[in-house]
Structure formats: C-alpha cells, structure tokens
C-alpha cells in the first residue's frame, strides 16, 4: 500500500485548473444580462410611449422595460421583447422594418418578431398592445 505525504499538486495540474477556471468565467460573460428573454411582467395599462415618437418603418427600444414597440406601415403598431434570443442582450435598432440586434448579427422582422437573420434561434415575443388617445399601452 502506498501513502502519499505531503502531497502537492503540480505547477501542470495547477495551470490547467486555473485555466479551466478562466475559461468558465469567460464563457459565463458570454451569458448575456440575467434576462431570460421571456415577455417582461408589465402591468395591463403601462404607457410604453406615445404614437409620434415611433417612426413608419422603424421603431424605438425601451431599455428599461425590454421592449421594442415599432410602426411597420402607417397606423399599425406592434410590440415585442427587446431582449435577443441569441444570448439574452437587448436589441440594438430598428431601421427598414428590421430589429437588429448587433451584438452578434441576429435580426429580426419589425412586423411579426420572426427571426430574419441568425444566430437567433428563436421569434421576439409578442407583447399585447392598444393604442389610445395617440399612447401605447400594454393590454
């Protein structure tokens, strides 16, 4: 039978556990915020914004509520969550009907939330809007 006394790791087994230790923390940063990317809980009557700041074609973002509300044609008015299905960041633009997220190139359609480009594996959530007396409200 053998005793081990003293026994020391060596400097190789001291580096590569410091290197797995480095690599664990660097692919946590890749987790995005602690979002989940799931619709955000907003109380039914919320004013998002009004009509006139969201341009035809366009959008705007609402960081602090992880929305995007857009205008895809004249008069119609969608909303969706903000946060990317790719990696949980928020999305980035809204510009020719497209939601751009560019933290890592996704991009989705500004009327339906469908992906259009990748890596995002999945649609932007739909978030229930109505619009009164020129506000957006959460329904």
Same mark, same amino acid.
């Given at each position: ?11 190789? /087994? ?15 940063? #890749? &987790? &995005? ?9 907003? %109380?039914? &009557? ?6 006139? %700041?969201?341009?035809? &074609?366009?959008? @705007? /973002? ?13 008069? %119609? ?6 946060? #990317? ?7 980035? !633009?809204?510009?020719?009907?497209? /939601?751009? #997220? ?23 959530? !739909? /978030?229930? @809007? %109505?619009?009164?007396?020129?506000? @957006?409200?959460?329904?």
């Amino acid at each position: 039978m053998t005793t081990l006394r003293n026994a020391r790791p060596t400097r190789r /087994i001291l580096f590569h556990g410091l290197g797995a230790l480095g690599v664990a923390a660097a692919l946590a940063g #890749c &987790g &995005g915020d602690d979002g989940d990317g799931a619709t955000p809980d907003l %109380e039914a &009557g919320t004013e998002l914004t009004t009509t006139d %700041e969201v341009p035809v &074609g366009g959008g @705007i /973002i609402l960081t602090e509520e992880k929305v995007v509300v857009t205008q895809p044609t004249a008069g %119609e008015f969608k909303a969706f969550t903000a946060v #990317c299905t790719h990696q949980q960041l928020t999305v980035t !633009s809204v510009e020719d009907g497209v /939601i751009h #997220c560019d933290n890592h190139g996704s991009a989705y359609d500004a009327a339906t939330g469908e992906v259009v480009q990748s890596p995002a594996p999945d649609p932007l959530a !739909s /978030i229930a @809007i %109505e619009v009164r007396d020129g506000k @957006i409200l959460t329904v």
